[in-house]
C-alpha cells in the first residue's frame, strides 16, 4: 500500500450534553445502605446526571452532535459517516444512529451503532480515522452517549453509586498537510472475561420475560474488585505501548483524558506511570461513569477549560466491559 496516499485524521470539533437532574450521593443514601463519605473515598463522585424520563440516548446524542458539527464549522449536510457508540441504545433496533441521520438532517450515509462498551468512544474513533485514510470519508461524527440510568439497578449499592448518564460528541475530519491530529490508535477485547459485567437479560440469552424481570436481570451486573485490578494495569500498558509506538516518553505528554471509571483507578494508574495527576483529567466528581459518552465529554470540558493547546500531546485511553480496551495519542 502507498502510505504516502493515506491522509490524516484530526478532531474539528468537539460539543457534549449533560442532563439538567443530579442525583447527589445524598439521593443515593435514601437508596441503599451506602453513604456520602464511603462514596467519595473509594470512588471520587460527588454525584451524576439523569435523563429526563422522555429523553432516550438518541436525545442526549443530538445535543452533543449539534455542537460538535457547529464547533467544526459545518453543518449536518456536511457529514459523511455517523458512528454511536452506546451500550444503551434508544432501542435493540433500529441502531440510534440512524434516528440521529434522521433528526440532525444529514444526507443518506452510512449510519451505525458500535458496541464496545466504556472504550466505545476510542473504537469509534479508530474506525472513523480509517475511513478518513482510506479516503472514503471526509468528516465523520464520533458519539458517545448512554442514558445508563436506565440499566442500573438502584437496588444494588455496588453498581448504582457509579453510573450516570450523559453523551459527548466530535467531528473528525482530514487533517491538512503538516496539520496536527490522530497519530496513534490501539483497541483489542478479551471475551473471557465476559462475565466480568454484564447486562444479562433482554439478549438473545435471557430475552425478556416476567421471570427475567423478577431475576432484576434488566440490570448491571458487575464483580468490582476484579475489574478496578484490570483497569490500572490496561490503563499503564494503553499508554507505554502508545507511547513506545510513536517513540515518545511520558515526559512529552501534555494531557491524558482516561476513562472515568473510579478516581482511585486513574490515581493508581498516574502513580504506577509516574506521571502527576496534574495531566490526567478528571471531571467524575460531578458525572460519574457514563461510558462511552466519559472521553467524548471529558475531551469538550478539557478544550472549553482551556486545558487543550495547539500542539499538546494528548492520550484518551480506556477500558471497559467485554473486556475491551483502547487508546489514541494525538497532536492537539
Ligand atoms: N457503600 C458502602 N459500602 C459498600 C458499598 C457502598 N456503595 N459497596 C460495597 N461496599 C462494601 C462491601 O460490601 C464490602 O464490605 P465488606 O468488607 O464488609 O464485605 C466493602 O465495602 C468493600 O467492598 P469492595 O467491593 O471490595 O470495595 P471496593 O473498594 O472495590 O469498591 C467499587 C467497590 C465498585 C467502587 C470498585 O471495586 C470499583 O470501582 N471497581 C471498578 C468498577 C468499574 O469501574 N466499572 C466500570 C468499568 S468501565
Not at 281 to 286: E, K, T
Not at 288 to 308: F, V, W
Request: with cysteine; charged share 25%.
Amino acid at each position: 500500500m502507498d502510505l504516502d496516499s493515506l491522509r490524516s485524521a484530526r478532531i474539528a470539533g468537539t460539543g457534549r450534553y449533560l442532563p439538567e437532574k443530579r442525583l447527589t450521593n445524598q439521593d443515593v443514601e435514601k437508596m441503599v445502605d451506602t453513604n456520602d463519605e464511603w462514596i467519595r473515598q473509594r470512588t471520587g463522585i460527588m454525584e451524576r446526571r439523569i435523563a429526563a424520563p422522555e429523553q432516550a440516548t438518541s436525545d442526549l446524542a443530538h445535543e452533543a452532535a449539534r455542537i460538535a458539527i457547529a464547533d467544526a464549522g459545518l453543518e449536518p449536510k456536511d457529514i459523511d459517516q455517523i458512528i454511536v457508540a452506546t451500550v444503551t441504545a434508544d432501542t435493540v433496533f433500529p441502531s440510534t444512529a440512524c434516528r440521529l441521520q434522521f433528526s440532525l438532517g444529514c444526507r443518506e450515509i452510512p449510519a451505525f451503532d458500535l458496541g464496545a462498551a466504556c472504550s466505545g468512544f476510542i473504537y469509534a474513533l479508530a474506525i472513523a480515522r480509517t475511513g478518513i485514510a482510506a479516503g472514503s470519508f471526509d468528516n465523520v461524527l464520533v458519539i458517545g452517549a448512554e442514558t445508563l440510568s436506565r440499566i442500573v439497578d438502584y437496588e444494588d449499592r455496588g453498581t448504582c453509586i457509579l453510573f450516570g448518564d450523559g453523551a459527548g460528541a466530535a467531528v473528525l475530519s482530514v487533517a491538512g498537510d503538516g496539520e496536527p491530529g490522530i497519530i496513534d490508535t490501539h483497541f483489542a477485547a478479551d471475551g473471557s472475561g465476559a462475565d466480568l459485567m454484564i447486562l444479562p437479560g433482554g439478549g438473545s440469552r435471557i430475552p425478556a420475560s416476567h421471570e427475567m424481570v423478577n431475576q432484576r436481570l434488566q440490570y448491571i451486573r458487575m464483580e468490582g474488585r476484579s475489574v478496578y485490578r484490570q483497569a490500572i494495569s490496561k490503563i499503564v500498558m494503553l499508554v507505554e505501548e502508545s507511547l513506545k509506538r510513536c517513540h515518545l516518553t511520558r515526559d512529552d505528554i501534555d494531557l491524558i483524558i482516561p476513562h472515568q471509571m473510579n478516581a482511585r483507578i486513574i490515581q493508581s494508574a498516574a502513580d504506577r506511570l509516574n506521571i502527576p495527576m496534574e495531566k490526567l483529567f478528571v471531571n467524575i466528581d460531578r458525572y460519574g461513569n457514563t461510558s462511552a459518552a466519559t472521553i467524548p465529554i471529558a475531551i469538550d470540558e478539557a478544550k472549553r477549560e482551556g486545558r487543550l493547546k495547539k500542539g499538546d500531546l494528548v492520550c484518551l485511553v480506556t477500558f471497559g466491559g467485554g473486556m475491551t480496551w483502547a487508546s489514541a495519542l494525538l497532536r492537539w
